[in-house]
C-alpha cells in the first residue's frame, strides 16, 4: 500500500476521533444539564437525518469533485461550525447549539465517508483494495471504541466549550493535510446522451451481480444483524438478569470480534473464494441457532452468558471480513467515476435497513419476552433463506469466483 494511503488513513482517523467524541460528548451534556431521557433520545434520532441525507448526495459529490479538495472543505467547514458553537455556548439555548452541532456533524459524516471510499480505487488495486478497506474498518472501530472515552474524559477535565475547541484545531489541522494529498482523478467517461446519465440504479439492475451483493448486505441488516446487536443486550439484561457490567463485558467482545474480522479481512484478501463466502454466511447462521439455543430453558445462566459472549464475538469476527470482502469487489468492478455514487447507496441501503431491523427484533423480543429463545431461531431461518438466494451469487460459475 503507497504512502497516500497511509496519510489519508491518518486524517480519517484524526476526523472521525474528534467527530465521534463530539457525537458522544455532546448528548451526554444535554442530559445531564436537562436530565430529560425524551429530549436526549429526540435529539440523537433527530441529528441522523442529516447523516442520511448526506449519505446520499456524499457520492455524487465524490464523484464530481477533487477528493482531497471536498475532504478538505468538508472539515474546514465543520471546524468553522464548531467554533461558532463554541463562541455562541453562552449566548443561545444549550438544546439549540447540541442539536445544530450534532446535524453538523452527522451530516459532515455522511459526505465524508463516499469520499474516502471512493478514493481507495485510486490508489490501492486487487488485494490491496481489500487490506484497504481492513484498515479503514478498524480505523473506524478503533474510533468507535476510543472517541466517547476521550469525549466523556474531556468533558469532564475542560468542559464542553472547550472540547470544541479543541475538536475544531484538530479538524483545521486535517483539512489542510487533506488538501497535500495526491489522490488522482479517475479517468472521465463518455458524456452520457440525454436521458441516460449515469445513476447507480440503473448500473445495479443491469448487473446482477452487483445488485445481489447489495441486496445481501442489506437483507443481513435487516433480518439477521440486528437479532444479535439487539438481543444480546435484552438476554444479558432482562432474561439472564445481570449487571450492567456483563453487559459492558459482551460488548466489548463484540467490539474484539469487530477488530479480530478486520485484520482477518486484511489477513485474507484476495484469497476468498465464492464458496469461502458462502461458509461465513453459514457461520453466521450457526451463530444465530446457537444463540436461540443458549437461551434456552434449563441452561445455567452462567454457561448460558458465556455463549451469549462468545456468539457475539463470533458473529462480528465473520460479519465483518464478509462486508469488507463485498464491499471491496464492489469498489474494483464499478468504473472509477462512479464508485463514489454506488458506496453512497450501499451505505444508505444498509443505514436504512439496520434501523428498520432493530425496530422490528425490538418489537419481536417483546413479543417474546416469554421465550426469548424464539426470536434467534427466526433470524436463523431468516439467514438460511438468504444463504439459500446469495449461493446464485457466490457459487454459480462466473458469478464472484474469486473476488
Known amino acids: 500500500m503507497n504512502t497516500t494511503f497511509y496519510r489519508l488513513l491518518i486524517c480519517q482517523i484524526v476526523t472521525l476521533f474528534a467527530n465521534a467524541a463530539l457525537r458522544f460528548a455532546l448528548p451526554l451534556y444535554l442530559l445531564r444539564k436537562t436530565g430529560s431521557a425524551a429530549l436526549y433520545g429526540g435529539i440523537t434520532a433527530a441529528a441522523l437525518v442529516p447523516m442520511l441525507t448526506g449519505t446520499l448526495y456524499g457520492g455524487i459529490l465524490a464523484d464530481s469533485c477533487r477528493k482531497q479538495t471536498l475532504l478538505a472543505v468538508l472539515n474546514f467547514i465543520t471546524a468553522l461550525g464548531l467554533l461558532a458553537a463554541a463562541i455562541c455556548f453562552r449566548q443561545i439555548p444549550s438544546t439549540a447549539v447540541v442539536l445544530g452541532t450534532l446535524c453538523l456533524l452527522y451530516a459532515a459524516e455522511g459526505l465524508f465517508q463516499p469520499a474516502v ?55 483545521a489541522a486535517t483539512a489542510l493535510f487533506f488538501q497535500t494529498l495526491p489522490i488522482p482523478q479517475p479517468t472521465r467517461q463518455p458524456p452520457a446522451a440525454p436521458g441516460q446519465r ?88 450457526a451463530v444465530c441457532a446457537l444463540l436461540g439455543a443458549a437461551a434456552l430453558p434449563g441452561v445455567p445462566s452462567t454457561v448460558s452468558y458465556g455463549a451469549v459472549t462468545f456468539l457475539a464475538f463470533c458473529q462480528m469476527a465473520a460479519a465483518v471480513p464478509f462486508q469488507i470482502d463485498l464491499v471491496s469487489s464492489l469498489q474494483a468492478q464499478v468504473p472509477a467515476a462512479q464508485v463514489g455514487r454506488c458506496m453512497s447507496f450501499v451505505t444508505f441501503a444498509i443505514c436504512l435497513t439496520q434501523p428498520a431491523g432493530q425496530a422490528l427484533y425490538g418489537l419481536a423480543y417483546d413479543r417474546f419476552a416469554a421465550q426469548p429463545f424464539l426470536v434467534p431461531l427466526l433470524a436463523a431461518a431468516a439467514s438460511i433463506a438468504i444463504n439459500i438466494a446469495a449461493a446464485r451469487f457466490f457459487c454459480n460459475k462466473g458469478n464472484f469466483t474469486k473476488s
Open 117 to 171: 471510499q471512493a478514493s481507495l480505487p485510486l490508489l490501492l488495486l486487487g488485494p490491496a483494495l481489500t487490506q484497504g478497506n481492513a484498515a479503514v474498518q478498524l480505523a473506524d472501530t478503533i474510533d468507535e471504541l476510543l472517541g466517547p472515552l476521550l469525549g466523556s474524559l474531556l468533558l469532564q477535565a475542560v468542559g464542553l466549550r472547550t472540547l470544541l475547541i479543541f475538536c475544531a484545531v484538530c479538524l
Open 198 to 285: 449515469a445513476a447507480v440504479g440503473p448500473l445495479l439492475r443491469h448487473d446482477p451481480q452487483l445488485f445481489g451483493m447489495v441486496g445481501v448486505l442489506a437483507l443481513l441488516n435487516l433480518a439477521v444483524v440486528p437479532a444479535i446487536t439487539v438481543g444480546v443486550p435484552i438476554l444479558v439484561i432482562q432474561y439472564l438478569a445481570l449487571p450492567d457490567r456483563a453487559l459492558a463485558f459482551t460488548q466489548s467482545a463484540m467490539s474484539a470480534g469487530g477488530l479480530l474480522g478486520g485484520v482477518l479481512a486484511g489477513a485474507l484478501a484476495g484469497r476468498q473464494h465464492g464458496r469461502q463466502k458462502m461458509l461465513t454466511l453459514w457461520c453466521i447462521s
